[in-house]
């Protein structure tokens, strides 16, 4: 769907529709829909009055005009209670709206941000809509031939603006689209199964990024890492027929030799469990254990078209975890990138094993901050539940940014404690490390293990393992892959480029 800006004024949109957001309870409109209402002879107000809509979070009505403006609709969609209203009802409210008319094969609509509901958040109000729009209305649908010709698409949103804001929106609209598009890229490399979503296919689509400006690719192979010594990604790659990749997406945007802020994303484009197998139900929701770095990418690219002032650097270590004969075995030691050993007690701890050859890697480009992101611990999940990411580090700095970040676009962290006693529990008997530390504390324990791993450079991880994959429809999020966290650490690298 496009979204695009105009100037002029709402009632006079010649259009399919056009949506207003109404608060709950008020007694008095806002001025947009009061205008509206008095142009179309109190239609809102009756609908209002019989019952039939009072404003609750993201209930639609739908009125028909009769010709009374230019518009065939008025799609009202309700924001909850004024003193209550935030960005993230902003974004459900707007997805439900295009939901509806989606569902109505309505193809065009159009609508103008009443900025006495958020008088102080212009900006984001103008995000909040465009993101709830666009990420409320996606879905994954190569694989649908059967009534193919029955899917429905919107075509376009128009924003209808005073010329004064003019310039503001219009570039607020243009960086919501292009991060609205980065969501759906990762979504869409989520969605796709592993057998069309190999490490080769991750790497392909890293090479088609490069082809931005000031954006470059580089794929080490399995050779390459052999000779580099990245035995522990190599061992978790034992037991699959796809060679493994580590790819290496370079964005240079900030000041010649300017250090890099790093991130680095899980890749398992399919996980087994290995030796230590998973069980059978839900093993297909395994597809999405490369979210990490699929999010990663995303970043990069985004990053790219915004054209920030910084230099970043995205790893992604890409491979499968399967069983096999040549196949890593619980009791196996590997001596890693960085020269560390590791003792396998799990072959389903495999996240770990093949981050800590990238964090490694990650450090030859003396980077001025490391975030990585992964689907890391089930545990992460009964801890925080499945909206939430799970956050550690030991950079107070990065971590008070992740979580002004997260307040802003909804992608919301909570910290948990990463204190030194927590070592202990990933101390070897005849290795320097295990890579599990049994079931307690074991989120913890898995970024304990990766601390080992990024020498004294600033780092933090982020367990996306509960939000990246949702199984119920959310408000601007389908059921199926969300795209997390790439609006958070987009946020994070303007608010970054700002300062």
Not at 279 to 306: F, I
Request: charged content about 25%; glycine content about 10%; overall charge positive.
């Amino acid at each position: 769907m496009n979204i695009t800006v105009k100037k002029g004024n709402l009632a006079d949109t010649k259009t399919q529709a056009i949506i207003l957001g109404v608060c709950e309870s008020e007694k008095d409109f806002s001025k947009l829909v009061a205008g509206i209402d008095q142009k179309t002879g109190g239609l809102i107000r009756d609908v209002m009055k019989k019952g039939d809509f009072d404003g609750k979070p993201s209930q639609v009505c739908l009125i028909y005009t009769r010709g009374t403006i230019q518009a065939e609709r008025i799609a009202l969609v309700g924001l909850g209670k004024k003193k209550e209203l935030d960005l993230e009802k902003v974004r459900g409210a707007f997805a439900k709206v295009m939901q509806h008319l989606r569902g109505l094969k309505i193809g065009d609509a159009a609508t103008s941000m009443d900025w006495s509901l958020l008088p102080d958040q212009k900006e984001q109000f103008a995000s909040a809509l465009v993101e709830g729009a666009k990420l409320g209305l996606y879905q994954y649908t190569p694989y649908k031939t059967v009534n193919r010709e029955d899917l429905k698409e919107m075509r376009n949103l128009e924003m209808v603006v005073t010329p004064d804001d003019y310039p503001l929106i219009l570039e607020e609209i243009r960086k919501s689209n292009i991060i609205t598009d980065a969501v759906c890229f990762a979504r869409d490399l989520v969605s796709a199964p592993s057998n069309d979503m190999t490490p080769k296919i991750m790497a392909d689509h890293a090479r088609k990024i490069a082809k931005r400006k000031n954006v470059s690719c580089h794929v080490l192979e399995k050779g390459k890492m052999k000779a580099l010594g990245m035995n522990a990604l190599l061992g978790v790659a034992a037991g699959s027929h796809q060679p493994p990749k580590l790819i290496i997406l370079e964005y240079k945007g900030g000041n010649k030799g300017e250090a890099p802020i790093a991130f680095v994303g899980k890749g398992l484009t399919f996980d087994s469990g290995g030796i230590s197998i998973k069980p059978a139900e839900k093993m297909d929701e395994m597809k999405t254990d490369m979210s990490g770095g699929a999010a990663v990418m995303a970043v990069v690219m985004a990053a790219a078209d915004l054209k920030l002032p910084l230099n970043i650097v995205g790893l992604v270590p890409a491979t499968e975890n399967m069983s096999g004969g040549g196949a890593l075995k619980p009791g196996d030691i590997l001596k890693s990138y960085s020269g560390k050993t590791i003792e396998v007690l799990n072959t389903d701890a495999e996240g770990r094993l093949i981050l800590a050859d990238a964090l490694s890697y990650a450090l030859r480009y003396k980077p001025a901050a490391i975030i990585d992101v992964a689907t890391l611990t089930g545990a992460c999940i009964i801890a925080l539940g499945e909206d939430v990411i799970g956050m550690l580090g030991k950079d107070e700095q990065i971590k008070k940014d992740i979580s002004k970040a997260a307040q802003t676009t909804g992608e919301l962290v909570w910290e948990l404690p990463l204190w030194d006693s927590y070592s202990d529990m990933i101390k070897s008997d005849i290795a320097d490390y295990k890579n599990t530390g049994g079931r307690v504390a074991s989120t913890i324990t898995a970024a304990a293990f990766l601390s080992k791993f990024v020498g004294d450079y600033p780092w933090v991880h982020l367990d996306i393992a509960g939000p990246a994959w949702t199984t119920k429809d959310k408000p601007y999020i389908p059921k199926g892959a969300s795209g997390a966290p790439v609006r958070l650490l987009i946020e994070y690298l303007q608010n970054r480029a700002k300062k």
